[in-house]
């Protein structure tokens, strides 16, 4: 089985490892059914008719038909996929890059719904909701004590646009509780999780998705950290599993000189279409950097796939995931919506990069394959065909199709701090849970020592009283983890970093969050040494 738990943080609820095209009308299809169409079509009526008439026991007519839809789109390709009304919603937030609900990041934590943070600017905030308050009850319904979920505290506190709900939370030193009766608004899912200079030269900015609001996001990041210096970008694609082909596009754009051709694509029923770069972009000079691993899909190939294919920059990390299709999609009258495969997308050199997907099995167990045959920790152990060799368009480098895209430079996944009880931890929560909890009852006096981020990043230790306290604390929440010395020894730095990189999210927001974490973060640590040594200029990129 994979680690997973040394991959970056990323805070995004699911990897899509999707691309998007949103069409310009209703006219999905460039030709009419032909008549065995036609016929098939009929045929399915025809079996739910029957079923429907004489089968033995009472049906549900829509769970059959939603089990014949995935079905049929599970023979097609492992992207083609079907999304019931009921989710379409939360499906859509990371494409959207907005949904409906009350602004709070929240954690439940001893079975209650607490305030990690509200969002800047949202209704809760407004109102004067607290990070460390309770949720106790929603609408006069107690949700405290009564085994609620994730995806029932979203459930129930999002909803339509300007609809109300009424708040009940318990704050640290009241005296009573507190009621809020909150207009529901827009709020934000920003694809940007951090943006900060790493040196006076080498900014950074870390991209979790590819949405409606990503390329302006972006432009504002690049307008910052040019302002303050940059020169060199490094920017991370790690774990970004794509979104709007809009989106990448665009983003590209922002790098790439003149009419450049960005990615193409075509299919049986979509004539060959070019996106090609058209305008001044913010970042056209300098030196770049692509960060890359197994988990970058998609909306990530495409923008990863261009840079390196024009040799406008390097890709430092690991072979992405490889897919290499475009979906569209498609309403359904019920509400419902599928997302069909309409075209193959190709890089500036022709590359296809999708993997083989004919063996629905082999295919969903690739990532895992790749980590059985080495391919995380060796180079060498990733062979490809001289049929998929193709060469970058001004250097004449060497580059692959058929599978993801290669890095320039590869990182290995290092799991030489992991250990069954560093994983125990993370898959018992508490590496989340104390920092919130810690944070909630000394707030007042972090902030009071740390006034600012860099302070508490610089200076801020965890000590052995403060680690003897987080031992109590999973040992009083989890009496069957017992601690085991010598593995907290081999992840010891690994846990320290979790949790002050857990607090610093909790102080102050995901940018910090990244900050602290970054500094065990392997490939952007190479991608600092290339850029401060020599390795960048010995590839030439500007012949």
């Known amino acids: 089985m994979i680690n997973y738990l040394k991959l970056p943080i990323s ?21 009419s059914f032909e008549p065995s169409e036609k016929s098939t079509s009929q045929k399915f009526d025809e079996v739910m008719d029957d079923i429907q008439r004489y089968y033995v026991d009472p049906v549900d007519g829509k769970s059959l038909t939603e089990t014949a839809i995935i079905a049929m789109l599970e023979k097609l390709d492992p992207h083609s996929t079907y999304i019931p009304a009921e989710e379409l919603n939360e499906a859509q937030m990371s494409i959207n890059g907005s949904f409906v609900g009350i602004g709070v990041r929240f954690q439940i934590v001893k079975d209650t719904v607490n305030v990690v943070a509200t969002i800047p600017g949202g209704p809760s905030e407004k109102l004067g909701v607290q990070a460390g308050d309770k949720i106790v009850s929603v609408d006069g319904k107690s949700i405290a004590g009564i085994g609620i979920k994730n995806n029932d505290v979203r459930t129930t506190l999002m909803g339509d646009l300007g609809t109300k709900v009424k708040i009940e939370v318990k704050r640290k030193n009241a005296t009573k509780n507190l009621e809020f009766t909150i207009t529901r608004d827009k709020i934000p899912v920003y694809s940007v999780d951090a943006h900060y200079m790493i040196d006076k030269e080498i900014g950074y900015i870390k991209l979790n998705s590819f949405s409606r609001t990503t390329v302006e996001e972006v432009q504002a990041a690049l307008t910052e950290l040019k302002a303050k210096g940059m020169k060199s970008l490094i920017f991370d694609l790690q774990g970004n599993g794509g979104g709007l082909l809009d989106a990448a596009h665009k983003l590209a754009d922002e790098f790439l000189s003149g009419d450049k051709l960005i990615v193409y694509s075509e299919g049986r029923a979509q004539p060959r279409s070019n996106l090609k770069a058209g305008k001044k972009g913010l970042f056209e000079d300098g030196k770049l950097v692509v960060l890359t691993d197994e988990y970058s899909a998609s909306a990530s190939e495409i923008l990863s796939g261009s840079i390196q294919d024009w040799d406008r920059g390097l890709i430092v990390g690991r072979r992405t995931f490889g897919k290499g299709l475009v979906q569209r999609p498609m309403s359904l009258s019920d509400g419902s919506e599928i997302r069909l495969t309409i075209a193959r997308y190709f890089t500036p050199t022709g590359r296809f990069i999708q993997k083989p997907y004919d063996d629905p099995e082999k295919y969903k167990k690739d990532l895992t394959q790749r980590f059985l045959n080495g391919e995380f920790v060796h180079a060498d152990s990733i062979k490809m065909p001289d049929s998929l060799k193709f060469k970058t368009l001004k250097t004449k480098r060497l580059v692959y199709g058929g599978g993801g895209i290669m890095p320039d430079f590869f990182v290995s996944l290092d799991t030489s701090e992991t250990s069954d009880y560093f994983s125990d931890l993370v898959q018992g929560g508490h590496l989340n849970t104390y920092p919130f909890q810690y944070v909630n009852e000394n707030r007042a006096n972090l902030k009071k020592q740390y006034p600012s981020f860099d302070e508490f990043n610089k200076n801020f230790q965890m000590d052995e009283a403060f680690m003897k ?13 017992e601690f085991n010395e010598k593995e ?18 909790d102080l102050w927001g995901t940018k910090e969050l990244f900050q602290v974490y970054n500094d065990s973060n392997e490939i952007l640590l190479r991608a600092i040494q290339i850029l401060r040594g020599k ?8 012949k």
């Not at 306290?469 to 069957?480: G, L, N």
């Not at 846990?495 to 857990?502: C, D, G, H, V, Y």
């Open 11 to 31: 805070t995004i609820f699911f990897i899509s490892i999707s691309i998007v095209s949103f069409a310009q009308n209703g006219n999905y299809y460039g030709n």
């Open 469 to 481: 306290q987080f031992f109590d604390y999973v040992k009083k929440e989890d009496s069957k983890l």
């Open 488 to 505: 907290y020894e081999t992840s010891k730095n690994l846990i320290k970093l979790r949790l002050k990189a857990n607090i610093a999210q």
């Open 535 to 542: 390795e960048y200029e010995s590839v030439k990129l500007d």
